[in-house]
């Protein structure tokens, strides 16, 4: 049986949902890690039983959180999104997944966990780090994938400024965007519509939690003609 090496999360990104708890930013880094090993196995089964042409969404949270049952540009989706990953922990799970059948369209969206303010995010060494990471990501996706999608960060809530670093949520999307033209992905902004200005954070209404989105539909819907336009 092949064994899934499951690396250390270097911060949380779960909600509460129903009443029933779930993880927060400061659960134990073991919790994590198991529940990482969890989410890996069930993303590798989705990936082993899929079909010839599908799309594989990769991230943290932010793209688990997808419902499912969606079929953007005709095809089938396949959630790789792992809620608490950072860029670097993401480069680490995404090396131990097997693709037997190479996606048609892969899409990224990560960064929320690496915006948190005990990470210094702005810090040049945070965010070399942070760029590092998104590199190796999407250069495994481009080897998988003749077509790569990158987004930006979502906004964040204002009732967890105290946790996140907001303005570094445009500082990390234009990394990005940068890092898109010079390696041949592809940048887009399916969260502009809930943005307030260039805050970095989201417009009244918009988030769950301060962290999640309110409705995760019209993301998808919003990265659609980009994703399709191939």
Partial sequence: MRRLVVPLLGGLALLTVGGLSGWQLHKPAADARAYAGMRLVAVQVSLDEAPADYLFWGGDSQVELQPGGQGPCG?????????????????????????????????????????????????????????AAAEAIVKRLQAVSPRVVVTALPPVGREIAHFVDAGAVADYSQRLRGLCGRIGCVFADPFAAIRDGDTGFAKPGTMRDGLHLAAYRPVLAALGPTLCNR
Avoid at 85 to 95: C, I, K
């Fill in 75 to 131: 095809l089938a989706l396949v959630n790789g999104g792992v809620s608490g990953a950072t860029a670097s922990a993401y480069a680490d799970y995404l090396a131990h997944l097997t693709f037997h059948a190479h996606p048609g369209l892969a899409a990224l969206t990560i960064g929320t966990n690496d915006i948190l303010l005990k990470n210094k995010p702005r810090s040049p060494e945070a965010a070399a780090r942070f760029e």
